[in-house]
């Protein structure tokens, strides 16, 4: 998670055969044992402590050891409390990935630059 003054942003990464094969089909993303996904969620910050989830423009890439890179494209889900954005990608087994994110969930801010590592396994 990264968070701000402003922002909350909430964010992993997981292999595809994670979602229900039904919950796959409403969203129209693909399950596959060596697909991942990516999972934003952004809630902005409220004078009272509390937060509410908000749209925001997310664009990354995924990069292999030997710097291959793989852009993300990413969808917004809006459901009745949440507003996400998932993004997929292929890896290969045992794969470490470097996972690069812009999330910008104010458009009149620069985007928020979010990096992780992870090492997927094929299902």
């Keep these: 998670m990264f968070s701000d ?3 909350e942003i909430h964010y992993n990464a997981f292999n595809s055969t994670l979602i229900p094969a039904e919950v796959a089909a409403s969203y ?6 060596s697909r991942g996904l990516i999972n934003i969620a ?3 910050k409220q004078p009272d402590g509390s937060t509410r989830p908000v749209s925001a423009q997310v664009s990354g890439e995924v990069r292999n050891l030997i710097q291959q890179t793989q852009p993300v494209e990413f969808q917004e889900i809006t459901e009745t409390d949440a507003i996400y954005s998932i993004g997929s990608f292929q890896f290969t087994n045992e794969d470490l990935l470097t996972i690069q994110l812009a999330v910008q ?8 630059q979010i990096e992780l590592q992870q090492t ?4």
Aim: proline share 12%.
């Design 5 to 7: 003054e402003h922002y």
């Design 42 to 44: 952004v809630l902005e």
């Design 28 to 33: 129209n993303l693909t399950r596959s044992g």
């Design 105 to 112: 969930p104010d458009a009149e801010r620069p985007p928020y």
């Design 120 to 123: 997927f396994y094929v299902d």
